[in-house]
């Protein structure tokens, strides 16, 4: 099993920054994507940034595109989502996510991920 535990969130005003982790523990596996999403009160679960852990190939949302930037360190088996410019549409419970059998491709999709951890609030209002 694995277990994946996210920290960082907050609030924030516009126009400011946050960095989320995410460590991970429990079972290992040899190769595996890292994922993170977002879920505003009344919306989907939708996809925000995902980094290949072995290659560090990264993928982005449009909506955070040039504004957000995850990263790993492998020696603490932890995931970082830098996130600055943040406005208000940006409020929403961020999740991590973990795939344990990647294909090479990264993946926008929900449910190709194994593991979700419980998730942090971040808000951001004036």
């Known amino acids: 099993q694995v277990q994946l535990a996210e920290s960082g969130g907050g609030w924030v005003q516009p126009g400011g920054s946050l960095r989320l982790s995410c460590a991970a523990s429990?079972?290992?596996?040899?190769?595996?994507?890292m994922g993170w999403f977002r879920q505003a009160p009344g919306k989907e679960r939708e996809f925000v940034a995902a980094c290949s852990w072995n290659y560090g190939r990264t993928g982005y949302a449009d909506s955070v595109k040039d504004r957000f930037t995850i990263s790993r360190e492998i020696a603490k088996n932890t995931v970082f989502l830098q996130m600055n410019s943040l406005n208000p549409e940006d409020t929403a419970v961020y999740y991590c996510?973990?795939?344990?059998?990647?294909?090479?491709?990264?993946?926008?999709?929900?449910?190709?991920?194994?593991?979700w951890g419980q998730g942090t609030q971040v808000t951001v209002s004036s």
């Open positions: 429990g079972r290992t596996f040899s190769n595996y994507d």
């Open positions: 996510a973990l795939r344990s059998r990647p294909v090479g491709v990264l993946t926008t999709r929900t449910w190709e991920y194994d593991y």
